[in-house]
């Protein structure tokens, strides 16, 4: 049966590699206290088996939706598929934590060729604005899924099979995806006329590594070390140098029409800060529960399970919800609910009880997943077909650099702090801020209602 007499099968199989991805990134956390005392691993190595990762995959986002645009989406999706799978496979064997540090540099870049193609294949295979609302509401709580099953899923393999199996686990998931999709995906159209806007790829991933490395060196040498300062000015310079290379390039990864879209730009910049509230706290609160609480990593991954199964919840709902309200009120509420949860933890007090932590828990991972349906929506409606590999692709480039801020600041304030109760508490107060304005900037930029993707201008 064709593709198109299926209309299970693209959601289905999108949502396989995108499941793959975004377990990685949460089963990672309980997982990475026992890879460090297995490895040896310092502080700041920690941070770079979670954070290098992280950073290739924000910083590669681009390329892979301008390669998706131009080769076709289903075949980049598929390369990154089998890049992430064999990657996997490498951490699973790592002899220590130069290697695996490596390893996950490789499995951020199949990340890359993966999440791009995801959302451009829902927007292909499901034009009608009902209908994509729902599939990006069901792609949503994917998320929600992974993120829920993670430190569960995590702990559970640490406590019994060890942690390689955490990685080991993608093996069978990325064969999967990789059948599905070449069996029940319609080919993407492919774009020779789009080329590579090399110098704005290596700007962003410049941007990306500079500053992940600037934040993950400030805990151990200080907020104010040379280095450290270098870093983030060169991080600043590097971004700035991509606009300016925008401005200028015959085919840029990103057209000007976009770029000044108050949908797309403010709908990336919300991505950013609710990815950076809520991955920041999960870091944190991961290494609150088993180094200063004692916390096995199973316990661990129960512990954060509240604010974990929270987002399948909400992903479903939003998507439902979206086709009545529009999708400013739910971002708005979601993220006006994320800071209140988040502030809450941070108002708890220096060693509160488990008990007072559930709720603020719950609050911030409903009001993330809530909000990401509709700021998806948002994004990928102001984007014409042409270019949906390419806002795909901002859209998670930005996400991404706000998981990789979040934890590095979090390690950061952590490592720098006169304690853990301190460091975890600036941590959450700082997640909370950036919810709320999160929330204001939806007010600004979020429709209303619906739209249908304009025309590039």
């Not at 080329?195 to 992940?212: E, I, K, R, S, Y």
């Not at 916390?295 to 199964?309: E, K, R």
């Not at 390419?390 to 720098?416: I, K």
Request: hydrophobic share 55%; aromatic share 8%.
């Amino acid at each position: 049966m064709p593709p198109e007499q299926r209309p299970w099968a693209p959601l289905l199989a999108v949502c396989a590699g995108y499941f793959m991805v975004i377990l990685d990134v949460t089963v990672i956390n309980v997982a990475v206290p026992v890879v460090g005392r297995e490895l040896s691993a310092s502080l700041t190595g920690i941070q770079w088996i979670t954070d290098g990762y992280t950073l290739v995959f924000a910083g590669f986002l681009l390329t892979g939706g301008a390669l998706g645009d131009r080769l076709g989406n289903r075949r980049v999706f598929c390369w990154g598929v089998v890049v992430f799978t064999v990657a996997s496979a490498a951490c699973a064997l790592a002899p220590g934590t130069p290697f695996l540090v490596v390893a996950r540099l490789v499995e951020g870049l199949g990340a890359a060729l993966i999440v791009p193609g995801s959302l451009a294949l829902l927007q292909q295979a499901y034009p009608e604005p009902d209908v994509r609302a729902r599939a990006f509401g069901l792609w949503g709580s994917m998320a929600g899924i992974a993120a829920s099953a993670g430190p569960l899923l995590g702990g559970l393999l640490v406590s019994t099979v060890g942690w390689r199996w955490v990685f080991l686990i993608n093996l069978p998931v990325g064969a999967a995806c990789l059948a599905l999709t070449l069996r029940h995906v319609a080919r993407s159209p492919r774009r020779a006329d789009r080329a590579l806007d090399w110098p704005a790829q290596v700007a962003v991933v410049a941007a990306v590594a500079l500053l992940t490395a600037g934040l993950n060196e400030a805990g151990r040498r200080g907020w104010s070390d040379p280095a450290v300062l270098a870093g983030l000015g060169l991080a600043v310079l590097s971004a700035a140098a991509f606009a300016v290379r925008e401005r200028l390039a015959r085919s840029p990864a990103l057209p000007l029409g976009l770029l000044r879209s108050r949908a797309m730009g403010g709908g990336a910049a919300i991505g950013l800060l609710f990815n950076f509230g809520f991955y920041g706290m999960v870091f944190t609160a991961s290494l609150e529960f088993q180094h200063q609480r004692g916390y096995s990593a199973l316990g661990t991954g129960l512990a954060l399970f509240p604010a974990v199964a929270m987002t399948m919840f909400a992903s479903v709902l939003s998507g439902r919800l979206s086709r009545r309200t529009g999708d400013r009120p739910l971002v708005i509420s979601g993220m006006l609910l994320a800071a209140l949860g988040l502030a809450g933890w941070a108002a708890a007090g220096a060693d509160p009880a488990y008990a007072l932590l559930v709720a603020p828990m719950m609050a911030a991972g409903f009001g993330t997943s809530f909000a990401l349906t509709g700021s998806t929506a948002t994004v990928m409606g102001a984007a014409p077909p042409a270019y949906s590999g390419a806002a795909s692709a901002l859209f998670n480039t930005t996400r991404q650099v706000g998981s990789a801020t979040g934890v590095a600041l979090g390690g950061s304030l952590l490592a720098s702090a006169a304690n853990y109760g301190t460091g975890i508490r600036t941590s959450m107060g700082i997640g909370a801020l950036a919810c709320l304005g999160a929330a204001v900037l939806a007010w600004w930029c979020v429709p209303a209602k619906t739209r249908r993707p304009p025309g590039l201008t």
